[in-house]
């Protein structure tokens, strides 16, 4: 993969390299849904990859090989694991706060989130969706909801750099499950001759047939965000979600010898 990819291009690889069969790679962790059991485990060698130095992420969520991830020629799992957990005791011990974060611990707010946001009553997170997309830049966004509509919730309206506008068509899925590619063949038939563009927002994930299905060849694309997407622009917008920055204090005590 050129040494980089972001998680969705790592899961797909690592999914065809171990020729997952698709019920076993579509099945869901604990009982929130909010990812898979198969995201959750390669979540976790991501981490301990990260940790033993061979694999590092950007801000941006794209992993990368490091240059000792680059020239090692393989790893040996259980010595992997016994190197990060002997690295941590001599972190705490060194420091008792330990700042590092991992992408478990990233998650566990995510978590939260999205059991909250299946647990909301239909319209209200139809409401939610529309207000989602007023706070991302979106004009004339009204939620319509009509039964029979080919599982169109609303519309809105984009507007690029001032000049050019696009009505979007948007569906909003309170769910448990992945939705599949039926649903995104639905919405797109229900988008013909009405909109050229589309957006699902889901509180679960997408199959990866889903996810081809939305770019294929020769069919207006219709956009997917899935719950962790929309985790975290609900994070970015501050819709519901607060973030506490603590405040550190350091002493300087070269400062104080130097008086």
């Given at each position: 993969m050129g040494g980089s990819g972001s998680i969705r291009e790592i899961d797909d690889g690592l999914s065809d390299l171990l020729n997952l069969p698709a019920d076993v790679a579509e099945l869901l962790h604990g009982d929130t849904g909010?990812?898979?059991?198969?995201?959750?485990?390669?979540?976790?060698?991501?981490?301990?990859?990260?940790?033993?130095?061979?694999?590092?992420?950007?801000?941006?969520?794209?992993?990368?090989?490091t240059p000792e991830g680059a020239n090692d020629g393989g790893v040996d799992p259980?010595?992997?694991?016994?190197?990060?957990?002997?690295?941590?005791?001599?972190?705490?011990?060194?420091?008792?706060?330990?700042?590092?974060?991992?992408?478990?611990?990233?998650?566990?707010?995510?978590?939260?989130?999205?059991?909250?946001?299946?647990?909301?009553?239909?319209?209200?997170?139809?409401?939610?969706?529309?207000?989602?997309?007023?706070?991302?830049?979106?004009?004339e966004v009204e939620v319509t909801g009509r039964s029979g509509d080919g599982g169109i919730d609303g519309h809105g309206t984009i507007r690029l750099g001032g000049l050019i506008s696009f009505n979007v068509l948007f569906q909003s899925k309170r769910s448990t499950e992945n939705v599949g590619a039926s649903v995104v063949r639905d919405f797109r038939g229900a988008m013909i001759g009405r909109s050229d563009k589309g957006l699902i927002i889901t509180t679960a994930g997408f199959t990866r047939e889903a996810r081809q299905e939305a770019t294929r060849d020769g069919a207006p694309p219709i956009d997917l965000i899935d719950g962790e997407l929309l985790a975290d622009r609900l994070r970015e917008l501050g819709l519901g979600v607060r973030t506490r920055v603590v405040e550190e204090v350091e002493i300087d005590e070269e400062w104080f010898a130097s008086i």
């Open positions: 909010a990812e898979t059991e198969w995201g959750f485990r390669a979540a976790w060698a991501r981490t301990y990859l990260k940790k033993a130095g061979l694999v590092d992420n950007s801000i941006r969520g794209v992993w990368a090989l259980k010595e992997l694991v016994r190197e990060v957990q002997r690295a941590q005791r001599d972190r705490k011990k060194a420091e008792p706060r330990d700042k590092d974060v991992d992408e478990r611990t990233e998650g566990d707010w995510k978590d939260q989130l999205l059991s909250v946001l299946k647990s909301m009553d239909p319209a209200a997170f139809e409401r939610l969706s529309q207000r989602l997309l007023r706070e991302s830049g979106f004009i």
